[in-house]
């Protein structure tokens, strides 16, 4: 576990660029060592100031008290700086971890593949960015310099209560005499309530991770439910969803329980080890000081120091539960790591190749696209998508249109042979779901490039061209698109940005869908007429489509019963008839 939380915190702390973090966590540390400094000192202090009190000195008495405050104030500041400085560091750690864990999940196609395939193994990878980063950081600095502060508390006091110890003679084999004995009582306390504590908080560790799951499960129903309002209304959905959302809160109850009960049990001990630990050892000292061996400041002195000692000693008690709570979210952030780290790996071991060449045109070279469970969609020969030519891809749904498109997009790696695609070139990919990023609709068209990538005018006229002039003065403003447009106006959002953009490239999968006829021809016409310099590949169903379109493949059956077969596989294999006519007609 060690080596898997060193795996994600190693990178921070070996960066060029993190001398401010280091000079940060040189400073906290100094710090703790400052305060395990001055609780030495307040140690000492209760020696000199109930020994005033025992001996009635009155000006010493004064002068104790002055020392205390000036004791008190540097521990304050301390205190207070040492507070800072850490919040500093954690800021600072956690904007690293959010950016490292971004640019995994973030990689191209990484975020897609890993909701697709293994959202059984990583889930809820929203939750490991925001809730586990934040934890992870938080609870390693907390756990590391409460650590370090026990260590240096234990080095500091251990010897100070050897001294005030004395020799203890135990009344066997003729008497055995054992030097700093409270030291050896400390210890043995501490070793005993750290081994009932592992025994009695072990579960903790699966029950937190099992916690964090249901939640993040939970969340995520919720806003599900919230952004298919309209869906489910329209359903009376609302009781089945109410029934849903029931038993993901009963996962969360069930499991809290059984946290409860696991930490009652630890409470218990716990507790009642506190309390002990509290009056331990003014009995363990007591002979000593009835038999005259101690004053009462050295009494009150021999209590601190054990309860320092007992404390550090104890570390592993106090922090019992915030360890299983870190090493549940060490092994849901290392896994999530792992799996974006392994999708990158395995983009260079990939069955379908993409790569890019000079010239204009798209190349598929003996492309095979399977399933995930290795069952072949689709074969396609050697193949060229030629510049300015209008294709449509139609066929039976599940017939394997959508993945070919993903696989020239580098999205799809099941199967085999290489998507070739000219070097320089733009591609936009327009899926059948809209995405509408939170924000205004100005950057929802100019959307991945930021708004002022365009001028007024050319957004002004996309607007108006993709028939959504209603919305041409509302451009600015900030408001949930996705919730306000319909799936139709969401759809000329996106013919909205092809006209804006004006790529060399556009792959339309069921880009219409939600248009009537007369508004899909409409559209089309407008990315004839405003891009004439740009590639249609469009994925649809509908008759009309035919028409649009220069070239035309299917998916299934033969387009015309002459023509002859040229693909293998157990999929749908492309053919192509004789002649050359400007309507190509094919199967895929």
Known sequence: MLGDAWSLAGPFWRARDERRAWALLASVVALTLGSVWLNVQFNLWNNRFYDTLQNHDLPGFWRQLGVFCALATAFIVVAVYRQYLQQLLFIRWRTWLTRHLLEGWLHPGTAYRLGARLADRVDNPDQRVAEDARGFVSATL???????????????????????????????????????????????????????????????????????????????ALVQVRDHAEAIALARGEPREHVRLSTGF????????????????????????????????????????????????????????????????????DAYPRLADWRATVKRLTAFAAATAGDRNAEAAAGIVRETRPGATIGLSALQVDAPDGRTLVTVPARE???????????????GKSSLIRAIAGLWREGRGAVKVPAGATLMFVPQRPYL?????????????????????????????????????????????????????????????????????????????????????????????ACPRTTIVSVGHRATLTGLHDTFWSIGAPATPAAPAAGTGTGNALRVPAGRSRRRIGVL
Do not use: C
Request: aromatic share 10%; glycine share 12%.
């Open 142 to 220: 907390d756990l590391t310099l409460g650590l370090l502060n026990a260590g240096v508390t234990l080095g500091s006091f251990v010897g100070i209560l050897w001294g005030l110890s004395g020799t203890l003679t135990v009344p066997l084999a003729g008497g055995l005499a054992i030097p700093g004995y409270m030291v050896w009582v400390a210890i043995s306390y501490a070793l005993i309530g750290t081994w009932i504590t592992h025994r009695l908080g072990r579960p903790l560790i699966a029950l937190n991770g099992e916690q964090q799951k249901v939640e993040a499960d939970f969340r995520y």
């Open 250 to 317: 009963e996962a969360i109850r069930a499991n809290w329980f059984a946290l409860i009960r696991t930490t009652k049990r630890l409470t218990w001990f716990s507790a009642g080890y506190g309390q002990v630990a509290n009056v331990f050892p003014i009995l363990a000292a007591a002979p000593r000081y009835f038999s005259g061996g101690l004053k009462l400041g050295g009494l009150m002195q021999t209590a601190q120091a054990f309860g320092q000692v007992q404390g550090a000693l104890s570390w592993f008690i």
């Open 385 to 399: 998508l030629e510049i300015g030519n209008r294709l449509l891809i139609s066929g039976p749904s599940g017939g």
């Open 437 to 529: 990023p939170e924000g205004t609709l100005r950057e929802a068209l100019a959307y991945p490039l930021p708004p002022d990538a365009f001028t007024p005018r050319s957004v002004d006229d996309a607007v108006q061209h993709a028939g959504l002039g209603r919305y041409a003065r509302q451009l600015d403003l900030r408001q949930r698109w996705a919730a306000i447009l319909s799936p139709g106006e969401q759809q000329r959002v996106h013919f909205a940005r092809v006209l804006l953009h004006q790529p060399d490239w556009a792959f339309l999968d069921e880009s219409t869908s939600a248009l009537d006829e007369a508004a899909q021809g409409e559209l089309y016409r407008q990315l004839r007429r």
